[in-house]
T-cell receptor, first 116, second 112 residues
Framework: GAVVSQHPSWVICKSGTSVKIECRSLDFQATTMFWYRQFPKQSLMLMAT?????????EQGVEKDKFLINHASLTLSTLTVTSAHPEDSSFYICSASLGGWNTEAFFGQGTRLTVV | GESVGLHLPTLSVQEGDNSIINCAYS??????FIWYKQESGKGPQFIIDIRSNMDKRQGQRVTVLLNKTVKHLSLQIAATQPGDSAVYFCAEMGQAGTALIFGKGTTLSVSS
């Protein structure tokens, strides 16, 4: 199957700083990528849909100015957590789709963010 | 009336037993359903999928059942092994290419 790679796998940052997480489709072009957040012992919650070349679509309750998403190419989407606070500590996961009528989604390995 | 399997947050089984994990989905218009396995600190791993025009699909040691009448999905794992221990999530997709929406997970613990 197709491979999606996230970087970094884990990151620790200080409160008030910004952190960028990368999501790359390694062997296919992804028109659409999705960002999820997962708190401990909970399910994956969709944050936003990232479309190459256009603005991301955010789910209700997700602050677009805090979680900046950029999908500048067909193989890379980035999520930047700005002015991070301890409550932003979570597991962030991206997935990528081939698009069109293809329903298969490929997931990255996730990024563990800890804000201290 | 027909009984619907309840979602359980945890399920403990003995090695070799069959496991059944249940999930209720929310959108009657969803067309595509997937079961994922997630191990600690990792992203979801695809197990098996099923489209809305089917009610059963079998894979290697796994079977997914879909009951659209009551919006219920189940995953059956035959001869459960310790390596099957993980959190299992069902996910639904509306239209092709849209985001997967995940249900509540079930933590499966297999003891040998």
């Amino acid at each position: 199957g197709a491979v999606v790679s996230q970087h970094p796998s884990w990151v620790i940052c200080k409160s008030g700083t910004s952190v960028k997480i990368e999501c790359r489709s390694l062997d296919f072009q992804a028109t659409t990528m999705f960002w999820y957040r997962q708190f401990p012992k909970q399910s994956l919650m969709l944050m936003a849909t990232s479309n190459e070349g256009s603005k991301a679509t955010y789910e209700q309750g997700v602050e677009k100015d805090k979680f900046l998403i950029n999908h500048a190419s067909l193989t890379l989407s980035t999520l930047t957590v700005t002015s991070a606070h301890p409550e932003d500590s979570s597991f962030y996961i991206c997935s990528a789709s081939l698009g069109g009528w293809n329903t298969e989604a490929f997931f990255g390995q996730g990024t563990r963010l800890t804000v201290v | 009336g027909e009984s619907v399997g309840l979602h359980l947050p945890t399920l403990s089984v003995q090695e070799g037993d069959n496991s059944i994990i249940n999930c209720a989905y929310s959108n009657s218009a969803s067309d595509y359903f997937i079961w994922y396995k997630q191990e600690s600190g990792k992203g979801p791993q695809f197990i098996i999928d099923i489209r809305s025009n089917m009610d059963k699909r079998q894979g290697q040691r796994v079977t997914v059942l879909l009951n659209k009448t009551v919006k219920h999905l189940s995953l059956q794992i035959a001869a459960t092994q310790p390596g099957d221990s993980a959190v299992y999530f069902c996910a639904e997709m509306g239209q092709a290419g849209t985001a997967l929406i995940f249900g509540k997970g079930t933590t499966l613990s297999v003891s040998s």
